[in-house]
């Protein structure tokens, strides 16, 4: 009885972890994808990664099995899938286009700063990251996040990439044109994306409130906000139509960034400091009070509590200052 029990318990955690894991496959094909020219594939692929990166979660509070190895794996796969993966597909494609008005396939002031605008995004991705693990048991509100989560992010970098590039003039996929075969993307779109993308890293390490999705008591939005999920679902893994994907995290992002402004109890909340406050005073000399039975030479006999003395290292084993 016992071990069926512990069998099924590793079935219920395993279930939101294989997930997760999936979610890091795409993370790797979409990755595979941009090095290869395929950025519509790379673009989608990422979407897919945000799909199942809410499915993880859904799944692990349907069936009761949250647990710290799933938030570490969680966070993994979100720095692969939003943070990696956007970074390389912007920098990518970019550097890919010859048009002597982007400036960017050539060495140069415009390449390198292309590569400092997605450097800088992945990094405040994982320092984003890093700082929801760190700050995920303190008393932080629980239906708020501070600055724009790496899914939205990453998300919204994907969904935009794939509007623009449907809507330019060599490319043809994801349906039919919704907004018409007159509307053309144009090249300027690329000159500022490695803006966007400082922006967007930006928002990620800012301490700017936005409440969570679905964190409502109001019935209406609820199910129109259920409706906008489920239509993004269909057409996000069907490959069609950015444009009815695009519209709903765009507005949600920008909607609520200027109500985490324009509410004084939405600018009065902070999260806890990142660093630990250390007393100055006091000792600074490390305990060896852990160390009392530590061997270092197993021939040279100790009473217990008192360290041997370290062997002196020959020149032979010592590494060369010449």
Same mark, same amino acid.
């Given at each position: 009885?016992?071990?069926?029990?512990?069998?099924?318990?590793?079935?219920?955690?395993?279930?939101?972890?294989?997930?997760?894991?999936?979610?890091?496959?795409?993370? #790797?094909?979409?990755?595979?994808?941009?090095?290869?020219?395929?950025?519509?594939?790379?673009?989608? *692929?990422?979407?897919?990664?945000? *799909?199942?990166?809410?499915?993880?979660?859904?799944?692990?509070? +349907?069936?009761?099995?949250?647990?710290?190895?799933?938030?570490?794996?969680?966070? @993994?796969?979100?720095?692969?899938?939003?943070?990696?993966?956007? +970074?390389?597909?912007?920098?990518?494609?970019?550097?890919?286009?010859?048009?002597?008005?982007?400036?960017?396939?050539?060495?140069?002031?415009?390449?390198? #700063?292309? /590569?400092?605008?997605?450097?800088?995004?992945?990094?405040?991705?994982?320092?984003? =990251?890093?700082?929801?693990?760190?700050?995920?048991?303190? !008393?932080?509100?629980?239906?708020? /996040?501070?600055?724009?989560?790496?899914?939205?992010?990453?998300?919204?970098?994907?969904?935009?990439?794939?509007?623009?590039?449907?809507?330019?003039?060599?490319?043809?996929?994801?349906?039919? $044109?919704?907004?018409?075969?007159?509307?053309?993307?144009?090249?300027?779109?690329?000159?500022?994306?490695?803006?966007?993308?400082?922006?967007?890293?930006?928002?990620? +390490?800012?301490?700017?409130?936005?409440?969570?999705?679905?964190?409502?008591?109001?019935?209406?939005? @609820?199910?129109?906000? @259920?409706?906008?999920?489920?239509?993004?679902?269909?057409?996000?893994?069907?490959?069609?139509?950015?444009?009815?994907?695009?519209?709903?995290?765009?507005?949600?992002?920008?909607? @609520?960034?200027?109500?985490?402004?324009?509410?004084?109890?939405?600018?009065?909340?902070?999260?806890?400091?990142?660093?630990? $406050?250390?007393?100055?005073?006091? &000792?600074?000399?490390?305990?060896?009070?852990?160390?009392? &039975?530590?061997? =270092? &030479?197993?021939?040279?006999?100790?009473?217990?509590?008192?360290?041997?003395?370290?062997?002196? !290292?020959?020149?032979?084993?010592?590494?060369?200052?010449?």
């Amino acid at each position: 009885m016992g071990r069926r029990q512990s069998i099924t318990t590793v079935l219920r955690y395993l279930a939101p972890n294989l997930i997760t894991m999936s979610s890091m496959v795409f993370g #790797l094909v979409s990755l595979w994808s941009a090095a290869h020219g395929n950025a519509p594939l790379a673009a989608w *692929l990422i979407i897919y990664a945000v *799909l199942t990166d809410r499915l993880d979660g859904l799944v692990a509070r +349907a069936m009761k099995a949250t647990s710290e190895l799933g938030m570490q794996l969680d966070s @993994f796969a979100d720095f692969l899938n939003f943070g990696v993966a956007p +970074a390389y597909l912007v920098l990518s494609y970019i550097s890919s286009r010859h048009e002597p008005e982007l400036a960017f396939y050539q060495d140069g002031t415009g390449r390198i #700063l292309l /590569f400092a605008a997605c450097a800088a995004y992945m990094l405040c991705a994982v320092f984003r =990251l890093a700082r929801y693990n760190i700050l995920a048991d303190d !008393e932080v509100p629980t239906k708020i /996040f501070f600055g724009v989560p790496t899914t939205l992010a990453g998300g919204l970098i994907a969904i935009w990439i794939l509007l623009f590039l449907k809507y330019s003039p060599d490319e043809s996929f994801g349906g039919a $044109k919704l907004f018409g075969d007159s509307l053309v993307t144009p090249i300027a779109v690329w000159r500022y994306m490695p803006i966007a993308l400082v922006v967007g890293g930006y928002l990620m +390490a800012s301490r700017l409130p936005m409440p969570k999705v679905g964190m409502t008591k109001n019935k209406v939005v @609820f199910v129109l906000l @259920f409706a906008c999920l489920a239509t993004g679902y269909v057409c996000g893994f069907a490959m069609h139509y950015p444009e009815i994907c695009f519209w709903m995290p765009t507005a949600w992002a920008v909607v @609520f960034l200027i109500w985490g402004q324009a509410s004084p109890r939405a600018r009065a909340m902070y999260p806890p400091p990142l660093f630990p $406050k250390r007393s100055v005073d006091g &000792d600074k000399t490390r305990s060896q009070e852990d160390m009392p &039975d530590l061997v =270092l &030479d197993e021939s040279v006999a100790t009473s217990p509590g008192t360290l041997p003395a370290v062997p002196k !290292e020959s020149e032979s084993d010592s590494e060369s200052e010449s």
